[in-house]
């Protein structure tokens, strides 16, 4: 079992940066990529970034692709979301998981872009 803890979720103004952190437990030498969604109310939940594990190369949504970089500590095992240029349409509930033998999620954090 792998566990899996967000934080770093806030309210922010647009134009404004954050970073995310999601810090895993458990088994994590079974991890073989991670990835960040978002769930905005009354949407379905959506693919945000991706990173595999070992070798580093990152995958990106067209919304947030020269905004946000997603990155990882490998030997802290833990994954990172900087956000910037932040908008109102970033608003969500943001959401790490971690691909192994099976799929594995965090509870999430709230992140609110508005004045």
């Known amino acids: 079992q792998v566990q899996l803890v967000e934080s770093g979720g806030e309210l922010v103004l647009p134009g404004g940066s954050l970073r995310l952190s999601c810090k895993a437990s458990?088994?994590?030498?079974?991890?073989?990529?991670m990835r960040w969604f978002r769930q905005a109310p009354g949407k379905e939940r959506e693919y945000v970034a991706q990173i595999d594990w070992g070798g580093g190369h990152t995958y990106y949504a067209d919304s947030v692709k020269g905004r946000f970089t997603i990155s990882r500590d490998y030997a802290e095992n833990t994954l990172y979301l900087q956000m910037n240029s932040l908008k109102p349409e970033d608003t969500a509930v943001y959401y790490c998981g971690a691909r192994g033998p099976e799929d594995y999620w965090g509870q999430g954090t709230q992140v609110t872009v508005s004045s």
């Open positions: 458990g088994r994590t030498s079974s991890i073989y990529s």
